[in-house]
């Protein structure tokens, strides 16, 4: 619980920070699957810390990131 806390949010903004990279690079589809695991670390970082405003940022973004998921496998 402690490397959660003290760790999820550093590694998730390198995801993130990287699938914006990826992104600019034109590199599809790693860059969804990049930021969308940064996506999820910050989504758990909120609700670990009950951080409201961290929760609509990242927890609304999962639901686009599913979506990409899905036109890449359909």
């Known amino acids: 619980m402690l490397f959660l806390k003290k760790y999820l949010k550093w590694i998730s903004t390198f995801l993130v920070l990287t699938g914006i990279l990826l992104t600019n690079l ?3 589809p790693l860059n969804i699957y ?5 996506v999820i670390g910050w989504t758990i ?3 670990l ?3 409201k405003a961290i929760l609509t ?3 609304l ?3 686009l990131f599913v979506i990409g998921i899905y036109k890449i496998i359909f």
């Open 34 to 38: 990049f930021h969308g695991l940064g």
């Open 45 to 47: 970082s909120g609700l």
């Open 26 to 28: 034109n590199i599809y």
């Open 61 to 63: 973004q999962i639901p």
């Open 57 to 59: 940022n990242f927890g």
């Open 49 to 51: 810390l009950k951080d």
